[in-house]
């Protein structure tokens, strides 16, 4: 039966790019994987299949092989093209482990801390993880910026051993359980596990004479000051990298980031919402029902006049433009929004309350709400009656 065309099979166009046929492969390695098809006879052959696929495409000269000849590029009368006859094809089986370990350390490699390094003298050296650092500022900090000191204690390379790890910088030695390379394999049917080495955890060498400062990890613990920059305009979960000032590699490795994580605390006269700010102002019954001018604070430390409408309801609210909090990407202001909160008085004088039953019988007209509303009760209470 005549083989599929390799493109097909990995479900890509046939100008399909080197990322585009990986994410091809990788979407029909998890499709057809024997383990997920138990009750599909198939699925094993398939899988092969879309595995020999890869193998060729995935190679700069077999694929250009492959586009110009086809499938007889590899069937040992073709090798134009610069392609590589024999190769690990035979059978069409293709080299699994190989083009399934690829896929797999592109999927998992870089995770928590990413892919060893070789450093010098081909020694592997692991990267330092990243450190997360909580910083809290207030609103009036995030309005303007600043430049703030934190103290963060990390892994720092060893001053002892210059971060080898080994005593008077001596080079370590190959790790005879994985032969230098930091991983080890199991084979388990046609499946190949590939685990990190447990001897020197994926360094691929062993110190025979630890560091006595470090004790061959390469690196100590200290607290470290850093000055932060925070930019105008950030937010609660806003996160600000500093590449290389997480924590130390080992033995040389190169170090992680520092991500620090911004929380804006809450304020007592100001609520955040994006960019707009808002403020809630009591004024008394009788400047909401006169109108008039009041004076409202600013982020900025500023004042701001606003112009109450006579017979202002609690809940009016009015803007203040350009007033709120700078756009962290810069370019604009948000405004900031004076929202009205009528006070009932308290504590009246006798005269207080004589002048009020005076105004309340001379204000029958003047509360349109009410007015309203209680019709619409006695409307209700009448309909019930019927």
């Not at 035979?90 to 083009?99: E, I, K, L, V």
């Not at 690829?102 to 081909?122: K, W, Y």
């Not at 080992?250 to 520092?258: A, F, V, W």
């Amino acid at each position: 039966m005549a083989k599929r065309d390799y493109y097909e099979t990995l479900g890509v166009s046939k100008g399909a790019s080197a990322d585009e046929i990986k994410k091809g492969y990788r979407t029909k390695a998890k499709e057809l994987h024997p383990d997920r098809n138990a009750d599909n006879p198939n699925a094993e052959a398939q899988f092969k299949e879309a595995n020999e696929a890869y193998e060729v495409l995935k190679d700069a000269d077999k694929k250009a092989a492959y586009d110009r000849y086809g499938h007889a590029a590899f069937e040992g009368g073709m090798g134009g093209g610069g392609g590589r006859q024999g190769g690990g094809f035979g059978g069409g089986q293709g080299d699994f482990s190989s083009a399934f370990s690829d896929v797999f350390d592109d999927l998992f490699g870089d995770f928590m801390g990413g892919r060893g390094q070789t450093g010098a003298g081909g020694r592997r050296a692991a990267r330092g993880s990243d450190l997360r650092y909580n910083l809290r500022v207030s609103l009036e900090e995030a309005f303007g910026g600043l430049q703030k000191s934190i103290n963060v204690p990390t892994s720092v390379p060893c001053g002892s051993c210059k971060g080898s790890g080994a005593e008077g910088g001596a080079e370590p030695t190959t790790c005879p359980t994985c032969s230098g390379m930091g991983k080890v394999r199991a084979q388990q049917g046609f499946f190949t596990v590939e685990r990190t080495c447990p001897t020197c955890s994926g360094l691929g060498q062993i110190i025979k004479n630890p560091c006595n400062t470090c004790r061959g990890a390469g690196r100590v613990e200290k607290d470290r000051t850093l000055s932060v920059n925070i930019p105008a305009g950030v937010e609660t979960g806003t996160r600000i990298r500093l590449a290389g000032e997480g924590e130390a590699g080992m033995r040389g490795g190169p170090s992680g980031d520092l991500y620090i994580f911004i929380e804006v605390q809450e304020h007592e006269l100001f609520e955040r919402d994006g960019a707009n700010l808002f403020c809630r102002v009591p004024v008394s019954m009788s400047s909401a029902a006169l109108g008039g001018s009041i004076e409202v604070p600013t982020i900025d430390g500023g004042r701001g006049r606003v112009q109450v409408p006579a017979g202002s309801q609690s809940g009016r609210q009015m803007r203040l433009r350009n007033k709120g909090m700078p756009h962290l990407r810069g370019g604009s202001t948000g405004d900031m929004i004076i929202e009205l909160a009528v006070e009932t008085p308290v504590n009246l004088t006798s005269r207080q309350k004589e002048i009020l039953r005076e105004f309340e019988d001379l204000s029958e007209e003047n509360n349109p709400e009410s007015s309203s509303f209680f019709s619409s009760v006695k409307s209700f209470w009448d309909s019930m009656k019927g």
